[in-house]
């Protein structure tokens, strides 16, 4: 069988090309050897999100007791999945429909490379102009005894209960927002961080606001400490600890990071070049080494973080140089991200460390906002941003955020640096009112 393109993997990143590809008129092939969907609509940011939607309405009726609202609201564990399950379960029939719809040819089988130009697909050899690998990423392995006791964060997602305690190995994104829904479901929770700050590449102050409210909620955060073991103790663990003393758990969480899935591809017999972050591309995200192979998303090496709309947004350049040959050179406007906690963090632009580094002339404005209106009415454990500007010419240069919908506000701070807006823009705009956005105003 031959094509003028093959996807290796049917992700966000890989069901972009597939579909660009194919509806310019190539023909286009896409396998996983796993259900279609990848990480985001499977195993991480969708599911994710519904259990803690459910987390969060609880705790926001629980902020409001006593004040016009009474009766308690508890978590059940078991149907928040079902109603999780309803958003995963139809994902991979659902998408394989919307290929063979685009006239895309489907595979459910792990691919590797035999050559530069032919892939072992299952048992069948196939030719492609032109090979896109977009296999995304899987958890980072725990160098220490007893890692066979800990579990995924795809275990994590479909745990049937929770035991009385969890511990999470990791201080990022993974054990902030699991840890703040197995809280708010009852679970004791401790995070245990081997650096000395976790969510490093946060805004620091505002990180230093989520923990205060993650303590309050119940999650013991441990820093500078490493795992030495794990041994099963019961129908738990004891987790043996550097300097501190041996914790008992029903649970081993391990979110120590995600790598480059390239295990399976025999990316060598391919020729294609690969480091630890990833698959080398250059400005058109083609192989430094290959030029018919192509990647993009978590498994390639480029400026852009493991993040799913960093991963569609290459798809797009990926697919265009493809069909109209290298002609987009792939560049990164300021991309949001946000930490789903209760309350969420969210951040887009520089950090003041950044812009400390860069040596740039800015001004900061940042404020404690829970006697705000908005941070008033919504009984808000924390509320604080810290928003950078040059004072050059007025542009916003980062804006940092934690509290009550953090992360629709953000996206208001990222779109106004994408269209070069001042912060007088920001300050004299009549947002609607009283809307959170509202705030904005006020913040710039
Ligand atoms: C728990 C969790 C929560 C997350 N939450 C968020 C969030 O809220 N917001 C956000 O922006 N990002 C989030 N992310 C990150 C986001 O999911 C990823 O950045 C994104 O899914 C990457 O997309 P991708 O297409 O590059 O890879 P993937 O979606 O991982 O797709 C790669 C596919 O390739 C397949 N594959 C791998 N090797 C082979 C092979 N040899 N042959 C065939 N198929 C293969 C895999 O089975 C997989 O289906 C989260 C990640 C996790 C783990
Ligand atoms: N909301 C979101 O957008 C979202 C949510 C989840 C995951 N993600 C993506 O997935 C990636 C992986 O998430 P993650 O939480 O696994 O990684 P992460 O990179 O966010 O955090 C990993 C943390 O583990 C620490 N660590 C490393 N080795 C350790 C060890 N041996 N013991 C203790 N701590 C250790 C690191 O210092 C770091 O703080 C993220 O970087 C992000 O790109 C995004």
Redesign the pocket.
């Known amino acids: 069988m031959k094509y003028d393109v093959f996807v290796i993997g049917a992700g966000m990143a890989g069901a972009a090309v597939a579909k660009k590809c194919a509806k310019a008129g190539l023909k286009t092939a896409i396998s996983d050897f796993r259900p279609y969907g990848g990480t985001c609509a499977l195993r991480?940011?969708d599911p994710k999100k519904v259990l803690i939607d459910g987390a969060s309405l609880q705790e926001q009726v629980q902020r409001h007791l006593g004040k016009g609202l009474n009766g308690e609201v508890k978590i059940d564990w078991g149907e928040l999945m079902t109603f999780k399950d309803t958003f995963t379960d139809p994902v991979p029939e659902n998408m394989e429909k919307g290929f063979e719809k685009a006239g895309i040819d489907t595979y459910h089988a792990p691919v590797s490379f035999l050559n530069e130009s032919t892939l072992q697909v299952g048992q069948e050899e196939i030719f492609a102009e032109r090979i896109v690998v977009v296999t995304g990423a899987r958890?980072r392995v725990?160098?220490a005894q007893g890692v066979a006791y800990t579990i995924t964060s795809d275990d994590f997602l479909n745990l049937e209960a929770l035991p009385e305690h969890i511990t999470f190995?990791?201080?990022?994104?993974?054990?902030f927002?699991f840890a703040h829904l197995a809280a708010r479901a009852g679970t004791r929770v401790t995070i245990?961080?081997?650096?000395p700050r976790?969510l490093?590449h946060f805004e620091q102050d505002m990180v230093d606001e989520l923990m205060r409210v993650s303590e309050e909620a119940g999650i013991d955060i441990i820093l500078n400490c490493?795992?030495q073991c794990i041994t099963q103790k019961g129908s738990g663990y004891e987790v043996s600890l550097e300097g501190r003393e041996t914790l008992e758990t029903g649970l081993v969480v391990s979110?120590?990071?995600?790598v480059p899935e390239v295990g399976q591809l025999e990316l060598n017999k391919g020729k294609v070049r690969h480091g630890r972050k990833g698959i080398a591309v250059n400005e058109y995200l083609q192989s430094t080494s290959n030029p018919r192979v192509y990647a993009a998303g978590d498994v390639a090496d480029t400026e852009g973080?493991?993040?799913t709309p960093v991963a569609v947004y290459e798809g797009h350049f990926l697919a265009t140089n493809i069909i109209k040959g290298n002609s987009k050179k792939v560049n990164y406007p300021e991309i949001p991200?946000?930490?789903?906690t209760i309350p969420s963090l969210a951040s887009v632009g520089l950090t003041e460390k950044q812009a400390r580094e860069q040596g740039l002339d800015y001004k900061v404005k940042t404020h404690d906002a829970r006697q705000w209106f908005n941070g008033r009415r919504h009984r808000a454990h924390a509320y604080a941003y810290k928003v950078l500007m040059s004072k050059t010419d007025g542009s916003i240069l980062g804006a940092h955020l934690v509290g009550p919908f953090a992360e629709e506000t953000i996206n208001i701070f990222a779109l106004a640096m994408k269209a070069g807006m001042k912060a007088r823009d920001l300050k004299s705009f009549p947002f609607s009112y009283p809307s959170m956005a509202s705030d904005v105003s006020y913040m710039s």
């Open positions: 991480g940011c958890p725990l160098d190995l990791g201080g990022g994104y993974i054990s927002e245990i961080e081997h650096g976790p490093k490493q795992v979110a120590i990071g995600r973080l493991p993040l991200t946000v930490v789903f």
